[in-house]
């Protein structure tokens, strides 16, 4: 029989027995992809997987040419070791306008694989068309667009071209990551942040088999990066000690919501143990019954899914 490690034991568990970090895999997106598609099916939102299983077919695209993007050099990373702060943080360092070269080629990729099975419909269509034209005459615009994503300004945020702008960040932050080695990233970065991007999870996984098995590991919101969160502890806050676990009477026992009362937040996660095939972008997505309950619950989202954003009101 299967033993679950408790909270004590992982927490004396040797510390380089436990697999750190986990970089962004070759195949990031197209497994997002798939995913979606396999959820999409009868998901009262199916239609809105579809495209977003659309969108990240392709960003692997993107992701997987060559951009040359500058590697970060040794006085940055002494910088970020010596303070303890990721050495790509999402809030500090400069973008490199090629970012905005991955959007628009992201853009061109979905509004060229419209095909008879899958397709846009007119006002994605629209929306794309525009927004590849204002990549091009109004840069600053899309660059306002993008800080504004990355800060949480939920107020200024366009609900419509957010998730395809944060599909561009997305493959730029994948791309600077993905080749760092773990060990340059410092031992200590504030908790509940990604180590290399300073953004925040979108969910977190219990994972299965070999020297993972049972580990819980968060996946960045930007860069896809995971890194390993002891388990029975807020994602958000820290808390050990008003935790709670919420799911579905009908949904997948390996699918649930950890709330905390310390700090009324929740974020989802997803056991591969009973749910092999989750993915945390994509269960996150297609499990919007669940955030229902969690609201109704008075309980608020960590943060927002990248794919899914809602309006602010006004």
């Known amino acids: 029989m299967q033993r679950i490690l408790t909270?004590?034991?992982i927490e004396t568990l040797d510390r380089t027995?436990?697999?750190r970090l986990i970089s962004p895999m070759p195949d990031t997106f197209s497994t997002r992809a798939q995913r979606l598609r396999d959820l999409a099916t009868d998901n009262p939102i199916e239609d809105y997987l579809l495209l977003i299983a659309q969108l990240a077919d392709?960003?692997?695209?993107?992701?997987a040419q060559d951009w040359s993007l500058t590697a970060i050099d040794e006085s940055q990373l002494a910088q970020a070791q010596a303070h303890g702060m990721p050495?790509?943080?999402?809030?500090?360092i400069k973008r490199d306008a090629t970012w905005r070269a991955m959007l628009s080629a992201i853009l061109e990729q979905l509004l060229q694989q419209t095909t008879h099975s899958e397709p846009l419909p007119d006002a994605v269509r629209n929306n794309l068309v525009q927004l590849a034209d204002d990549i091009n005459n109004k840069p600053e615009l899309i660059e306002q667009q993008a800080d504004d994503l990355l800060n949480q300004k939920l107020e200024k945020i366009d609900a419509a071209r957010a998730p395809f702008i944060m599909a561009g960040l997305q493959v730029y932050w994948s791309q600077l990551v993905a080749g760092l080695e773990s060990q340059k990233i410092p031992a200590h970065t504030p908790f509940g942040l990604c180590p290399c991007c300073g953004s925040q999870p979108v969910s977190s996984t219990v994972m299965l088999g070999g020297p993972k098995e049972q580990i819980r590991y968060a996946t960045c919101s930007l860069c896809s990066s995971q890194w390993h969160i002891v388990r029975v502890t807020c994602t958000h806050c820290e808390d050990t000690k008003?935790?709670?676990y919420h799911s579905l009477e009908e949904g997948s026992a390996g699918i649930k919501a950890e709330s905390c009362d310390h700090c009324?937040?929740?974020r989802k996660i997803f056991y591969l143990?009973?749910?092999q095939f989750a993915e945390a972008f994509a269960d996150d997505l297609a499990s919007l019954p669940l955030d229902i309950l969690m609201g109704e619950a008075n309980f608020y989202r960590a943060n927002?899914?990248?794919?899914?954003?809602?309006a602010a009101e006004q």
């Open 7 to 9: 909270r004590g034991e």
């Open 17 to 19: 027995s436990v697999v």
């Open 58 to 63: 392709a960003q692997q695209q993107v992701f």
């Open 87 to 92: 050495p790509f943080s999402a809030s500090n």
């Open 242 to 244: 008003k935790l709670a």
């Open 264 to 266: 009324q937040h929740y």
């Open 273 to 275: 143990d009973k749910e």
């Open 304 to 310: 927002n899914n990248p794919y899914f954003w809602q």
